[in-house]
């Protein structure tokens, strides 16, 4: 029997059947390989590290070569050494002085008398220590030390991403620094929970279970690619024909047992790490946005998100959302799972308007409230 298709890439729950993928930290050799990968419930598909988006529509007048020798000295090689192993990453270069853009899960374990060292596009290396890390978004920012001079990576916008864009992907799978692969935009606005090391455990149970929206690492608009990522280039950079760096490696789908690219990749938007970027520069720590609802997956014909409890003097409180609500559009977002309302909610940043439509006792209605700022008790 030949093995089944790719899963559609939307975020699927602990025992749910036939739906998402739900991401892990892949270990080779006793340490993170700096990837991800994600296993699919139906037929054992996996998951591993990828890159992001951006459109190249008026700048097709450069060349793959010109874009890859333009950027390569704004993208590094990360390897995190552990008590228990280690593993490697690559990074994009935010500053001179060496404040590097890469993934939470590339220096995760540097907690645990970890270390870490970068490697640039010349060859030199550098120490380097985790200036702050955000679990929610997967993204981290790490300082190299006794750095100066170097070159900043020129940051695009991924808003203008659009399918059938012309991308590469830049970074160092395998541990083979200054990889360069090329692709296309393939999809936009995917969503991804991260789950744990064990692959058959992802990080959202909604699939007959209950879930609030402040667990596990959920990321929406994430940004689909064909461009060739393996376990290695999470953190790396996903480029445009401008040479502008549209989104942050994260993962990829896999078939079986193989861990290797099979055309299917997820980045995050750079728009989304620039903001979580400066907060953990300035801060060490970042913020998201809060509803305040916990959530189940629709049952029989319907689709949308079943609120099961309100948190008191939440948002979802305040707008009058009741438990049994069911949630079907999240401002132009369709919400067709559980997983799709968390994935649009942490897209969102705190102080925003949302406007939710819902159903409730066949009747259907609007609402525009006011996210706030997740809490460590929200």
């Known amino acids: 029997m030949p093995p089944a298709p790719p899963a559609k890439p939307t975020m699927s729950g602990r025992h749910k059947v036939l739906t998402g993928l739900a991401l892990a930290v892949v270990a080779i050799g006793g340490g993170a390989t700096g990837a991800l990968v994600a296993n699919a419930s139906n037929g054992g598909q996996t998951v591993i590290s990828s890159p992001l988006v951006s459109p190249a529509s008026d700048t097709s007048v450069n060349t793959i070569a010109q874009v890859a020798k333009n950027i390569m000295p ?9 008590p228990q192993g280690g593993g490697e990453g690559s990074g994009v270069i935010l500053s001179a002085d060496g404040l590097i853009l890469t993934n ?13 060292k970068v490697k640039f596009s010349d060859g030199r290396t550098a120490s380097a220590t985790v200036k702050g890390t955000d679990p929610t ?9 006794g750095v100066s001079g170097l070159t900043p990576a020129s940051l695009g916008d991924s808003d203008k991403a659009q399918v059938g864009d012309a991308v590469l992907a830049i970074g160092s799978p395998l541990g083979l620094e200054g990889s ?6 393939s999809a936009l606005d995917r969503t991804l929970t991260e789950g744990d090391d064990e692959p058959q455990q992802p990080g959202f149970p909604f ?21 060739a990522i393996n376990p290695g280039n999470s953190g790396g950079a996903l480029v445009n024909a401008a040479g502008q760096v549209i989104g942050v490696n994260t993962a990829i789908a896999t078939s079986g047992q193989s861990s290797g690219n099979i055309g299917v990749g997820f980045a995050i938007p750079i728009n989304t790490a620039k903001l979580v970027a400066d907060q953990l520069i300035k ?4 913020t998201h946005a ?10 029989g014909d319907a689709a949308g998100a079943v609120v099961s ?10 707008a009058g959302l009741q438990d049994g609500d069911l949630i079907t559009k999240v401002n132009d977002t369709v919400v067709d799972s559980a997983e799709t309302l968390v994935g649009a909610v942490r897209s969102s940043r705190p102080g925003d308007k949302v406007a939710i439509t819902y159903s409730r006792n066949g009747k259907t209605s609007t609402v525009t409230l006011t996210l706030a700022e997740q809490t460590a008790t929200s």
């Open 283 to 286: 801060t060490g720590r970042a």
């Open 104 to 116: 939470n899960h590339v220096v995760a374990d540097v907690a645990d008398q970890g270390t870490v």
């Open 309 to 318: 409890s309100i948190t008191a003097g939440s948002p979802a409180e305040k």
């Open 180 to 185: 360069v692969t090329s692709g296309i935009v």
């Open 137 to 145: 978004t997967d993204l981290a920012v790490v300082q190299a030390q």
């Open 290 to 299: 809060f509803l305040g609802v916990s959530v189940a997956d629709a049952t």
């Open 207 to 227: 699939g007959g279970q209950q879930q609030q929206q402040t667990q596990g690492a959920t990321i929406g608009g994430m940004i689909q690619t064909d461009a």
């Open 74 to 82: 704004s993208v590094v090689s990360i390897r995190v050494t552990t």
